[in-house]
Nanobody, 120 residues
Framework: QVQLQESGPGAVKPSQMLSLTCTVS??????????WSWIRQPPGKGLEWMGA???????YYSPSLKSRTSISRDTSKNQFSLRLSSVTPEDTAVYYC????????????WGQGTQVTVSS
């Protein structure tokens, strides 16, 4: 059973960096053929895919967030991380990490989500 858990600060100030880590258990982030995604949901809005890092380390980003987003991994800890720079209140959302079945483009396992609020 694959489990994912987000961790990081729940509050970030405008213009600062938002940093979150997803810890994965029950499966390796290097296992073929999966990608590991970050998805967010602003209040009252739908889910927004932000980006992903695949089993081979390749990264992919939403065009609207590419300039501010960086996803990396630490294979020794079986973790992957999200960094979102220059945040504004519009970045306030519940942030999720999830496993993506590459062939099916389906997120089959999700973390519980973590609320991040951007405010001064």
């Amino acid at each position: 059973q694959v489990q994912l858990q987000e961790s990081g600060p729940g509050a970030v100030k405008p213009s600062q960096m938002l940093s979150l880590t997803c810890t994965v258990s029950g499966g390796s982030i290097t296992a073929s053929y999966y990608a590991w995604s970050w998805i967010r949901q602003p209040p009252g809005k739908g889910l927004e895919w932000m980006g992903a890092i695949a089993y081979d380390g390749s990264t992919y980003y939403s065009p609207s967030l590419k300039s501010r987003t960086s996803i990396s991994r630490d294979t020794s800890k079986n973790q992957f991380s999200l960094r979102l720079s220059s945040v504004t209140p519009e970045d306030t959302a519940v942030y999720y990490c999830a496993r993506d079945q590459v062939a099916a483009s389906r997120n089959d396992y999700w973390g519980q989500g973590t609320q991040v609020t951007v405010s001064s």
